[in-house]
């Protein structure tokens, strides 16, 4: 079957701008994360989804960030009143249940440049 | 908090030959797992090893080997007969048994030369 997806694959924005990135996990995945990638270090965990709800969230460095993920299935990532700082890749990754014993399928990730 | 530290920002290493990554970790707890992923240019992160600390053997997975050494918290991958196919940025990652967190290191960039 199809792996995770995420679009946009790039995002430029302007400071102060608002803007949602999308991933669609692998079909039946309950558990779904996001994490963000600066340049030259290693994804960063954002937020922890089980389901519909937000088992973890404790990633997210501010209010500005939020994510849903309404039907347990496609979630989005919002943030608001955008950075510089914000600049990153966003990658999202999906599992079977969230097990530690699950692989985690990560997906392209989405390029986000504030400018 | 626990912490992943890769002190090689970069290695290469011939076709063929064999390349040992480093990664050490920091943690007060004795139950997690800890893992390598591989991220090509085209950034799609893919799990290449699985370690579980209660367990003694090392985990091996066909080319890719790793040295688990608990009480030095130490979890080297070694990469054997490289491949082109294998230049990517290697990442060590850790989760503990009680959370969903992943703790992911800086990376390593490995160059495999023809």
């Known amino acids: 079957g199809a792996g995770v997806s995420q679009t946009p694959s790039n995002k430029v924005t302007e400071k102060g701008k608002y803007v949602e990135l999308r991933c669609d996990p692998i079909?039946?995945?309950?558990?779904l994360y996001w994490y963000r990638q600066s340049l030259g270090q290693g994804p960063e965990f954002l937020i922890y989804?089980?389901?519909?709800?937000?088992?973890?969230d404790s990633g997210l460095p501010n209010d500005r960030f939020f994510a849903v993920r309404p039907e347990g299935s496609v979630s989005t990532l919002k943030i608001q009143r955008t950075e510089r700082g914000d600049s990153a890749v966003y990658l999202c990754?999906?599992?079977?249940?969230?097990?530690?014993?699950?692989?985690?399928?990560f997906g392209p990730g989405t390029r986000l440049t504030v400018l | 908090a626990q912490t992943v530290t890769q002190s090689q920002p970069e290695m290469s290493v011939q076709e063929a030959e064999t390349v040992t990554l480093s990664c050490t970790y920091d943690?007060?707890?004795?139950?997690?797992?800890l893992f390598w992923y591989k991220q090509p240019p085209s950034r799609q992160m893919i799990l290449v090893i699985r370690?579980?600390?209660?367990?003694?053997q090392n985990a091996t997975e066909n080319r890719f080997s790793v040295n688990f050494q608990k009480a030095a918290k130490s979890f080297s991958l070694k990469i054997s007969d490289s491949q082109l196919g294998d230049a990517a940025m290697y990442f060590c990652?850790?989760?503990?048994?009680?959370?969903?967190?992943?703790?992911f290191g800086t990376g390593t960039r490995l160059k495999v030369l023809a």
């Open positions: 990754a999906s599992s079977l249940s969230g097990g530690v014993t699950d692989t985690q399928y």
């Open positions: 079909s039946g995945h309950t558990a």
């Open positions: 989804f089980q389901g519909t709800g937000a088992a973890d």
């Open positions: 943690t007060s707890e004795s139950d997690y797992y």
């Open positions: 370690q579980e600390a209660y367990k003694q």
């Open positions: 990652a850790y989760r503990s048994k009680r959370t969903y967190k992943y703790i």
